[in-house]
């Protein structure tokens, strides 16, 4: 019901800057939160960002927490992740996810579960 197309990733230094996005088309009024999950080689993949399109309330996880920043545009059903100070561990494929876990609790927001539409992923290498 909803096609979600990421773009931005690519391979910096440590300590450098990338600017991933998502863009979401189809039934995107069927949206109440848009995440970001990463997933390095041979892990699992793990909770980056959320943002609620009904309070705009943002989460991130400790291990970025400072660092990344989410963001949303609703005009253009845009959903950003600024990435700063990047660290070697921050190594990933990074995918946007879209569906309605509850805002309220962490355990939703931070499981793949309650997510119902995703992207191809996009590749983050950051070397030391």
């Known amino acids: 019901q909803v096609q979600l197309v990421e773009s931005g990733g690519g391979s910096v230094q440590a300590g450098g800057s990338l600017r991933l996005s998502c863009a979401a088309s189809?039934?995107?009024?069927?949206?109440?939160?848009t995440g970001w999950f990463r997933q390095a080689p041979g892990k699992e993949r793990e909770f980056v960002a959320a943002?609620?399109?009904?309070?705009?309330?943002?989460f991130y996880a400790d291990s970025v927490k400072g660092r990344f920043t989410i963001s949303r545009d609703n005009a253009k059903n845009t959903v950003y992740l600024q990435m700063n100070s990047l660290k070697p561990e921050d190594t990933a494929v990074y995918y946007c996810?879209?569906?309605?876990?509850?805002?309220?609790?962490?355990?939703?927001?931070?499981?793949?579960?309650?997510?119902?539409?995703w992207g191809q992923g996009t590749q983050v290498t950051v070397s030391s």
């Open positions: 943002i609620s399109w009904t309070t705009s309330n943002t």
């Open positions: 996810a879209a569906g309605r876990p509850s805002a309220l609790a962490w355990l939703s927001l931070t499981t793949p579960d309650k997510y119902t539409d």
């Open positions: 189809g039934r995107t009024f069927s949206i109440y939160t």
